[in-house]
């Protein structure tokens, strides 16, 4: 392991990472798969609007399920804000289309099924696991990769980071973002 990296443990969550994301940063770009299997850049969003990246544990679940709810809700006060949306999980892309249309989510959903995002962001994650839930009438089983904790990024459109949150109230966090958006 080359000297600029750490790795830290916090509770069975371990992280690789050159650095952690902080205010001040730039973020690097980049991709992932979102809820409907197809690939999603960040230079598609970033230089033209704020990006707000949020990190949750789990698709479906209480917490989760509460947080993606009130970004749906302040959809059109971010939109006003000049922001784009994006929920991280591990979450395969499959589970996520289902979180999606179960909670009529009208935003993008990224799957981070080997932790590679959270890395990049220096967020803690640990192992994965699968839940099963019912849609439409239909049992349905979601699987993660990795469950990594529950953190928030604004991206300005310059590409910095201007807020990054760690320790997220799951029902106030898109409150918190619009508050910090009508700043920028």
Same mark, same amino acid.
């Given at each position: #392991?080359?000297?600029?990296?750490?790795?830290?443990?916090?509770?069975?969550?371990?992280?690789?990472?050159?650095?952690?994301?902080?205010?001040?940063?730039?973020?690097?770009?980049?991709?992932?798969?979102?809820?409907?299997?197809?690939?999603?850049?960040?230079?598609?969003?970033?230089?033209?609007?704020?990006?707000?990246?949020?990190?949750?544990?789990?698709? #479906?679940?209480?917490?989760?399920?509460?947080?993606?709810?009130?970004?749906?809700?302040?959809?059109?006060?971010?939109?006003?804000?000049?922001?784009?949306?994006?929920?991280?999980? %591990?979450?395969?892309?499959?589970?996520?289309?289902?979180?999606?249309?179960?909670?009529?989510?009208?935003?993008?959903?990224?799957?981070?099924?080997? %932790?590679?995002?959270?890395?990049?962001?220096?967020?803690?994650?640990?192992?994965?696991?699968?839940?099963?839930?019912?849609?439409?009438?239909?049992?349905?089983?979601?699987?993660? %990769?990795?469950?990594?904790?529950?953190?928030?990024?604004?991206?300005?459109?310059?590409?910095?980071?201007?807020?990054?949150?760690?320790?997220?109230?799951?029902?106030?966090?898109?409150?918190?973002?619009?508050?910090?958006?009508?700043?920028?």
């Amino acid at each position: #392991m080359k000297r600029t990296l750490a790795y830290f443990t916090l509770i069975g969550l371990s992280v690789l990472t050159a650095k952690a994301l902080n205010v001040g940063d730039k973020a690097s770009a980049f991709s992932s798969l979102d809820d409907q299997g197809k690939q999603w850049k960040s230079g598609d969003v970033v230089g033209s609007k704020h990006l707000v990246v949020y990190f949750y544990p789990a698709a #479906m679940t209480g917490g989760c399920t509460k947080q993606a709810c009130a970004f749906r809700d302040d959809k059109s006060k971010l939109t006003q804000l000049n922001a784009v949306v994006v929920g991280v999980s %591990g979450d395969n892309p499959e589970g996520l289309a289902h979180f999606k249309k179960a909670e009529n989510l009208n935003f993008t959903l990224l799957s981070d099924e080997k %932790g590679d995002l959270a890395k990049k962001f220096g967020v803690p994650f640990g192992k994965g696991g699968a839940i099963e839930r019912v849609v439409d009438g239909k049992k349905v089983t979601l699987s993660r %990769g990795v469950t990594s904790k529950r953190w928030t990024f604004v991206i300005s459109k310059d590409g910095k980071v201007v807020y990054k949150n760690d320790k997220v109230n799951a029902a106030k966090d898109s409150h918190a973002v619009c508050l910090v958006l009508a700043k920028l």
